[in-house]
């Protein structure tokens, strides 16, 4: 379970970080589709009803009543996306709806304290962050966004080190920084871009962009004296179950 943040803070995020893959899609860093249509629109119904939990112009806290509705809206809508349907997620988020809407009825002396409408607001506010990221990960399937995605977190890394990464040209990378990548751009259409995508939205939230460049060239006992570069060069379809546990154990270490 992702650490809990201000309600209106992880909400924000999946309809503003929805809005920023739309944006670069229009500026043609990435020129796919992306999650927005799946996220922004239920995002917003959420942040809507969303307040900081200190309120808003010193109020003493978030209006429940309201983020109640919003919840019951984006519940609506998103049964009605086929990626969620017989999804655990939308279960749960119906479930948790629920119990706030019954937790909101009940008197305070009647609540159970594990079931407390601040509690179950953010257990919901939870769920909408995990919701995020796997749609989040799931666009990374798209070579095209997986490598403006790349392109985006791994900035700061020197063009020939993420040609090397990316195994394209130095040219090439300098173009797509310039330019942004191409839907008619052979050179992102491989499957080792989607690979290093998920490995670098992984490898983020452990690293700076530098050091995800050096967490590429580095050996790895893991991987028997091999740096990840090796073993992306030798076998790709190989290189996807090891590589990944290793980036999502963090700084070096196997996921168990």
């Known amino acids: 379970m992702p650490e809990k943040q201000p309600e209106a803070v992880l909400v924000e995020r999946l309809a503003s970080k929805a809005e920023g893959v739309a944006r670069a899609s229009e500026e043609g860093a990435v020129r796919s589709r992306g999650p927005r249509s799946e996220i922004s629109d239920w995002g917003s119904i959420a942040l809507n009803g969303a307040q900081d939990r200190n309120g ?12 109640y509705v919003a919840y019951l809206a984006a519940v609506e809508q998103l049964r009605e996306e086929p990626f969620w349907d017989n999804t655990i997620e939308l279960y749960e988020l119906e479930r948790q709806s629920e119990l706030l809407g019954e937790s909101l009825e009940a008197t305070p002396t009647a609540r159970p304290a594990k079931n407390s409408p601040e509690d ?3 257990d919901i506010d939870d769920l909408f962050e995990i919701m995020y990221r796997r749609i989040e990960r799931r666009s ?5 966004i997986a490598t403006g995605f790349v392109l985006r977190e791994l900035k700061a890394v020197d063009t020939k080190i993420l040609s090397a990464i990316l195994c394209v040209s130095p040219a090439t990378v ?10 008619t751009d052979e050179a992102a259409r491989s499957d080792r871009l989607v690979l290093v995508g998920q490995l670098v939205y992984d490898l983020r939230h452990t690293y700076t962009s530098e050091g995800i460049g050096l967490w590429f060239s580095r050996e790895r006992p893991q991987l028997d ?18 590589l990944r546990s290793l980036a999502r154990g963090g700084r070096g270490q196997l996921a168990s």
């Open 120 to 122: 179950l607001a953010e």
């Open 174 to 183: 300098d173009a797509w920084r310039q330019t942004g990548v191409s839907d």
């Open 56 to 67: 808003d112009n010193g109020a003493s806290g978030p209006d429940l009543k309201e983020r």
């Open 140 to 144: 990374l399937d798209s070579p095209l």
């Open 225 to 242: 004296g091999q740096t990840p570069l090796e073993v992306l060069d030798n076998d790709l379809e190989l290189a996807s179950p090891v």
